[in-house]
């Protein structure tokens, strides 16, 4: 069971990236699938989830109308589509899956991790 980030790198301010998580080893539409970030010195924030139920998206205030959450069921694989990049959006992004309703309401009972991929926003 595996989840591998792709896509991050250097981008300058205004700039977009797609990052990829995908899954080998079980099925990513039979668990929600969320984003989070970790900037140095801070804390591991949730950015954005997609939900196993109803599809539905959830994100953090800031990122919403930047960031896109979006699932390929047939490349077993979730992307997160970051517009409009700010400096402010450097950090190291994971993705998780776990149960949708904890996982998306409250960013808890993350069963999977990826090993994370780093994201910088710099002129």
């Known amino acids: 069971v595996q989840l591998v980030e792709s896509g991050g790198g250097l981008v300058q301010p205004g700039g977009s990236l797609r990052l990829s998580c995908a899954a080998s080893?079980?099925?990513?539409?039979?668990?929600?699938i969320a984003w989070f970030r970790q900037a140095p010195g801070k804390e591991r924030e949730g950015v954005s989830c997609i939900s196993s139920m109803d599809g539905g998206t959830y994100y953090a205030d800031s990122v919403m109308g930047r960031f896109t959450i979006s699932r390929d069921n047939a490349k077993n694989t979730v992307y997160l589509h970051m517009n409009r990049l700010e400096p402010e959006d450097t950090a190291v992004y994971y993705c998780a899956a776990g149960p949708s309703g904890p996982l998306c309401y409250r960013h808890v009972g993350v069963e999977y991790w990826g090993q994370g991929i780093q994201v910088t926003v710099s002129s």
């Open positions: 080893g079980f099925t990513l539409n039979d668990y929600g």
